[in-house]
């Protein structure tokens, strides 16, 4: 761990995603839908490493506290994909800028920042302003949580279960769903390729019954929907990904809502990212129940 001493807040880094949960840990709890991103990679992280499998020496955690030494604030660099984004939780504007000057000075490229806002757009500003350069945002996020579920029509068919036997066809899915992604935000298909989470981590999300196809009357896998494991009690949706032959038929709001019923009936709440750009999936997923908690934006730094 290293701190980071500035005026007002204090920037303290970590290696260890363990050591960061013990010191953010009752942070992150009290606000467990916005935190979701950040918990659920560390809690991953966290039984990869008694795994034994390593890690980046790239990565870090972020704890930032306040003068009284109360935890105000929180992010990672873990992303696998370059160019390596930080992912940012919301924080004092202060420390947004404060954190743009750190990791200036620490000598690390930063030509991506994720998560909410304003603090990822603070900090993407100053890195800009430091470096020379200019922000760009690349992708428009919205987080939603599910309150009371409201069915949709239903439609013929039910939920499967994917094995690791639908390996192939899961990750074929994930990369396509990514390339949908890129198409609405107005970038080339396939500019989020690296995103998409290798086969080792698919398969162990498949080990953990962690995606659902829903297979129409005739038998036919139609639709692909995923779920993290829930992280200090919230789960989140995503991927959710429909074929183009298949969309119109109502195959995603039911499987999205089957999936968010069982979530729940678990006792865990259950959240999910929307692209703002996207008033298909936006409506779909206000019909079912879910309310906007947070904006994101995914912002390229262009020098």
């Known amino acids: 761990m290293s701190t980071i001493p500035i005026t007002g807040p204090h920037l303290q880094f970590h290696t260890d995603p363990g050591e960061f949960l013990a010191a953010a840990g009752d942070y992150l709890a009290a606000d467990p839908v916005v935190s979701t991103v950040v918990t659920t990679v560390a809690h991953r992280l966290v039984s990869q490493r008694a795994a034994g499998i390593g890690q980046p020496d790239r990565n870090w955690w972020l704890v930032i506290r306040d003068e009284s030494g109360a935890v105000v604030g929180a992010g990672m660099r873990t992303a696998p994909f370059a ?23 620490r000598g690390e490229q930063v030509l991506a920042v994720n998560g909410a806002l304003p603090a990822a ?5 100053e890195l800009a302003r430091l470096g020379g350069g200019r922000v ?24 499967q279960v994917a094995t690791e036997d639908d390996l192939e066809l899961v990750t074929e899915w994930f990369g396509a769903f990514m390339g949908d992604a890129d198409e609405q935000a107005g970038r080339q298909r396939g500019a989020s390729a690296d995103e998409v989470p290798d086969r080792a981590e698919i398969l162990r999300r498949l080990q953990g ?19 993290n494991p829930p992280s200090f009690g919230v789960a989140r949706v995503g991927p959710v990904y429909t074929p183009p032959a298949q969309r119109g038929h109502g195959w ?20 999910l990212f929307t692209d703002q750009a996207n008033p298909t999936s936006n409506k779909i997923y206000a019909a079912l129940g879910y309310r906007p908690v947070v904006d994101m934006a995914n912002l390229v730094v262009i020098h």
């Open 83 to 105: 160019p390596y984004p930080p992912f940012l939780l919301p924080m004092p504007d202060e420390a947004a800028v404060a954190l743009a000057h750190a990791l200036h000075e």
């Open 121 to 125: 757009e603070l900090c993407a500003a």
């Open 136 to 159: 760009q945002v690349n992708l428009h996020t919205r987080l939603h949580e599910l309150g009371e579920l409201v069915w949709p029509a239903r439609v013929p068919g039910g939920l």
């Open 209 to 227: 019954g962690q995606f659902w196809f829903w297979v129409d009357e005739t038998g036919q896998r139609v639709h692909l929907t995923g779920a």
């Open 252 to 271: 995603a709001s039911n499987a999205v809502a089957e999936v968010s019923r069982r979530i729940q009936a678990e006792g865990a709440r259950v959240c």
